[in-house]
């Protein structure tokens, strides 16, 4: 959960893997995994369509494992609109996550209008 909150204020980039430069929701989840010792590097992925199987592959060859109630730490899987899936990091704020709209990586609320798919935790934790 710290390191993600270290990414806040990184400008929203797609496909972004480096904080203070540019991140996307999938950039945010790769630096708090790093943090917590899990390596990860995700496929290539386009911000829309459907990737359910290959998002829930890539979580459980890295470790993670399905939760039912999210806690500090742990990774959402929301979607937004219904071809759309996002990533984020649970905190007792809410949720850090790349906000495009913003233009860069936040932490608050999570938005009601989302639909929360799934929580996942990572190994160790």
Known sequence: MAAARFCVGTPFRPQGRVPGLGLDCVGVVVVAATAAGVVV????????????RALVAALRCHGCRPVVEASDGDILVMAPSPRHRHLGIVTPAGLVHAHAGL?????????????????????GA
């Open 41 to 52: 590097d995700p496929p290539p992925y386009a911000l829309s369509g459907e990737h359910e």
């Open 103 to 123: 233009g860069r990586v936040v932490e608050g609320p999570i938005d009601p209008a989302w639909a929360m798919l799934a929580a996942w935790r990572l190994p």
